[in-house]
């Protein structure tokens, strides 16, 4: 089993994919640790959303293709679009620990970078959503693989296409998280923050903080989770309030 820390403050951030197989390791991770919070990388619109498994009415194009590509490739890896986010809830109810729900409102992060892109990076992320819709499984695995081997450059090639889209989609969201992980760890002592992986590294150095232990998507593809050998990095009952979101 791994352990415990009933008395040592530890935030262990968990790097997730939405489109991919592991539900059961996140559960385990989880049980395993017993954390006192378990923060998600959601909203609570989107959070009921996934609960009940319905789909919000009228919503952007960019998102609905965005939507889209998710579900289609959630089907080729066998699983759902957030399954790994209601895994985590799921193992946090059984485990009577709180769930704090720290990503911004999406309605107004949407509405936020489609207002501030220009006409150039909207057309270029419209037709980017189109081909991602008819790719092949091997392309995003291939896509995967590039992330995995060097995030911090991939991260950056992203910002020199979409400069805007990175801003609101990943570095102001990794702030505003990061925040909210930081007070949720104020009065609480073992945290664990599943959060997409692209967000991993600019969380942990939002936070800045010697007592954070990182878990990566690729060490959860691989199903290394549930003994004391986890590779990691170092360096509903509980909803915070979203009124931080118009700081977008």
């Not at 820390?5 to 395993?32: C, D, N, Y």
């Not at 950056?156 to 989609?169: H, M, R, T």
């Not at 990566?216 to 199903?223: A, I, K, N, Q, T």
């Amino acid at each position: 089993m791994l352990p415990r820390w009933p008395s040592m403050k530890m935030i262990t951030l968990v790097g997730v994919g939405h489109v991919f197989a592991i539900s059961e390791q996140i559960g385990q991770l989880i049980r395993s640790r017993r954390p006192d919070v378990v923060c998600i990388e959601l909203d609570r619109m989107r959070y009921e959303s996934l609960q009940s498994r319905s789909r919000s009415g009228r919503v952007p194009i960019q998102y609905s293709l965005l939507a889209m590509f998710q579900r289609k490739m959630a089907n080729k890896f066998g699983t759902e679009v957030g399954e790994e986010m209601l895994a985590a809830a799921s193992a946090a109810r059984e485990i009577d620990a709180k769930i704090a729900l720290v990503d911004v409102d999406a309605s107004v992060m949407l509405a936020t970078l489609w207002r501030k892109m220009s006409m150039r990076e909207r057309i270029k992320l419209l037709f980017g959503s189109l081909v991602g819709l008819v790719s092949a499984k091997e392309t995003v695995e291939k896509e995967i693989e590039a992330y995995q081997s060097d995030d911090k450059a991939y991260l950056d090639s992203i910002g020199e296409q979409f400069p805007v889209l990175k801003k609101i989609l990943i570095d102001d969201r990794n702030r505003i998280m990061a925040h909210r992980i930081s007070k949720v760890a104020e009065t609480h002592t073992n945290i664990i923050a599943v959060v997409g992986d692209g967000h991993v590294p600019g969380i942990a150095a939002e936070l800045a903080r010697n007592d954070v232990e990182i878990v990566r998507l690729g060490h959860l593809m691989d199903g290394v989770v549930a003994g004391a050998d986890v590779p990691t990095e170092h360096s509903a009952s509980f909803y915070l309030n979203q009124s931080q979101d118009r700081d977008l």
